[in-house]
């Protein structure tokens, strides 16, 4: 009788250690807030560079009329009624330069409205 009772200690004590091994690790950090401010025909800031992997919270607010950012390549899109903010949160899986356009039109000077995202390793 005495040898199953030290096993049971044995094997109680090996699910313990196993299980303080499983236990996750500190809760993962909140994704990484990026405002941007878009107004005719502008975006402030106009580059912005994120690590591969990290969310991130890309908030876009417009100024003055109604703006949106795409970032065709990515598959991100989110737009922005006039003085109001919204927000889009993406992880981005790849490596690169990337060009966002304003995804809404928003006057003469629409077409040259445009935000550059740096993705690193």
Same mark, same amino acid.
């Given at each position: 009788m005495k040898p199953k009772i030290n096993l049971s200690i044995? +094997?109680? %004590?090996?699910? $313990? @250690? @196993?299980?303080?091994? *499983?236990?996750? =690790?500190? %809760?993962? =950090? $909140?994704?990484?807030?990026?405002? *941007?401010? %878009?107004?005719? +025909?502008? +975006?402030?800031p106009g580059d912005i560079t994120v690590k591969k992997g990290e969310a991130v919270v890309l908030v876009l607010t417009s100024a003055d009329v109604p703006h949106g950012i795409r970032f065709k390549e990515l598959g991100v899109e989110v737009k922005a009624g006039k003085g109001k903010t919204s927000e889009v949160t993406f992880t981005p899986s790849k490596t690169g330069t990337f060009v966002g356009h304003c995804s809404v039109f928003c006057g003469s000077g629409h077409g040259s409205m445009k935000l550059t995202l740096h993705v690193v390793e």
């Open positions: 044995v +094997f109680a %004590a090996m699910l $313990a @250690a @196993a299980l303080m091994l *499983v236990q996750p =690790s500190s %809760a993962q =950090s $909140a994704p990484r807030r990026i405002e *941007v401010t %878009a107004k005719r +025909f502008d +975006f402030t």
